[in-house]
């Protein structure tokens, strides 16, 4: 029989009887982290929002009042909880007094910003003058080495 197939030959492997390979499971990978540009110790730091102007002064007062206290949590939260407890009115100093502080900061931002752009353009014009100062070499020493070597051998 020609080209007929055997029963034997037909006949394919039980799927039940066949060991099945489990992929592994996928694990995800950590997001890739970016190289974090070196903080400008010059930049003016930003103003203190009002909860914090509150927390200024709570903090001594509360220090006054419990002067055994070295918990930094508890004096926080209770500060938190006499802040959620003020009427708005109550917090309007603190709300005033960080909107000073803000206004301060963004004019001291931009004068910052301003120095800083001046600064860049500076630097700019400077890289460009370097670049056109600099010659082109061209090192033709490779070229006297192999000749110097083949005379070497030609010796021997």
Known sequence: MKGAKSKSESKKPESRLSVKKREAPKQKKAPVKKAKEAKDP????????????????FRKQYKEKHPNNKSVSVVGKAGGEKWKSMSESEK???????????????????????????????????????????????????DDDDSGEDEEDDDE
């Open 92 to 142: 309007a100093p603190f709300v005033a007094k960080a909107e000073k502080r803000k206004s301060e900061y963004d004019k001291t931002l931009q004068a910052y910003n301003k120095k800083l752009a001046e600064g860049k353009h500076e630097e700019e014009e400077e890289e460009e003058e370097s670049d056109k100062s600099k010659s082109e070499v061209h090192d033709d020493e490779d």
């Open 42 to 57: 010059n930049k003016p730091k930003r103003p203190a929002s009002a909860f914090f102007v509150f927390m200024e002064d």
